[in-house]
DNA sequence: GCTCGATTGGTTGCATACAATCGAGCTCAG
DNA sequence: CTGAGCTCGATTGTATGCAACCAATCGAGC
């Protein structure tokens, strides 16, 4: 890390996805200031940029807060995201895979494949996929050459809080789903078959954004007293 | 505007925006300063906003510059940007326009059908119907009600230097064919065509994109001294 | 008792001073 | 002549003090 402002925004960064705040959470410079030990102005720049990555509200003379996502929202997210990842999968079918790209798959797959053998969805299961699912979609963007479809995948998929809640409500079943639809989106790369691998992952995608909504609903109307309370401070 | 900080970055925004500086230019903080009458405060604020949006590029120690694109980098955001219209026309179509949207596309429509009638193209034509455009298209946005689509597509337009040589090159038969591309979309949604409207959205927004990279291949060629200058300051 | 307005505490906005860093250009050894 | 190392100037990074602003509270008048 460079400089203090960088490490500083990619600190409140993690926190902010993490779900260290509750949505609606007002920032205070000097307090976060003081917790992360630097002076207000490297503190001022990480919120901006957060602000502009979608991940805080800001209003003049009032300061920042963590941006609050109803249901409503996260679908809206997701379908943009669901077309995005399509396009993306049609996009590397289109011109196919490098044998860099491909290994990297092949090995994720590998992995997803063994992960199929455990007996139960643990804290240390869901880590082990969330990151190989990472490493499947991230390899596929990569692929795909696009730096500006990049960054709207990014963008789409750094939401507050979802971090927090994502993959804990997995259970085999899922996962044996989810891993058949990369090999399935794999295989249609691989093949050459365009508009399939664009469905697949489009569908893929969609799929797994139903779950999350339902789950965020459970969760938002489970404490309404804490996101009164948060929105009003 | 309420503070100097939002004051500075949108008058930066649209100097990036307009073409002022050419792709590569470093952004001295003093110098912006000095020519905007505040401090660097305000100026660090709006330049990391501005990198933020993807419109300079942030080296640690080193500061701004203007985010330079080659003509492939406007073929990738413009792929992008045909997926995310055509979402956007199948979502507005799929839940049907409020008599308001009608209303402001039926007068986009009806200015468009008038401009239709002028001799030549001038730069006050061109004017006109760049105002024409975006009104078609944000209301199409809008309508959609989907905030991150709009953040999206806002993205997917701003791209520095665009905006100065845009709609220079059209003539009346490039309009001609745009307000009808416009018309089409616009009864296709209507209608509750959900599949045309995105096609035809899609196709409208890719046809464009084509014809500003082939222009922008010849911006690019015509003048690599001043690009070479540029990135190398 | 209620409403409206002044006051004040707290927070953000901005300017400025100083420290850290980078790179261009120079020097000098080989 | 070439290249490695160094110095210095220019530019950015950070801290801090003060000004401006907002919102909540309290008090006076109706």
């Keep these: 890390m460079a400089t203090r402002g960088l490490s500083v925004t990619n600190k409140l960064r993690e926190a902010v996805l993490g779900g260290d705040y509750a949505g609606g959470t007002r920032l205070n410079e000097v307090d976060l200031a003081d917790a992360l030990a630097v002076s207000r102005t490297p503190i001022r720049a990480a919120l901006s940029t957060l602000a ?3 991940l805080l509200e800001y209003r003049p003379n009032s300061g920042y807060a963590v941006k609050s996502f109803a249901a409503k929202d996260i679908e809206g997210i997701y379908v943009v995201r669901a077309n995005l990842e399509g396009l993306c999968a049609r996009l590397v079918a289109q011109q196919g895979l490098s044998d860099v790209h491909r290994g990297l798959l092949h090995k994720v797959l590998a992995e997803s494949e063994e992960l199929q053998n455990v007996e139960s969805w643990t804290d240390e299961v869901s880590d082990l996929w969330r990151d190989l699912n990472d490493r499947f979609h991230n390899t596929l963007i990569e692929a795909s050459g696009n730096s500006h479809l990049a960054m ?3 963008k789409s998929r750094a939401i507050p809080l979802l971090n927090q809640l994502k993959f804990r409500w997995f259970d085999m079943g899922t996962l044996a789903r989810a891993h058949d639809d990369h090999s399935q989106i794999f295989a249609a ?3 050459g078959q365009v508009v399939r691998a664009e469905s697949l992952a489009e569908e ?3 799929r797994s954004g139903q779950r999350i909504i339902e789950h965020w609903r459970k969760m938002d109307t ?3 007293a804490v996101a009164t309370k948060a929105r009003a401070a």
């Design 152 to 154: 709207m995948l990014r």
């Design 222 to 224: 489970r404490k309404p």
């Design 52 to 54: 502009a990555e979608g």
């Design 189 to 191: 790369i691989t093949g």
């Design 204 to 206: 893929h995608v969609y």
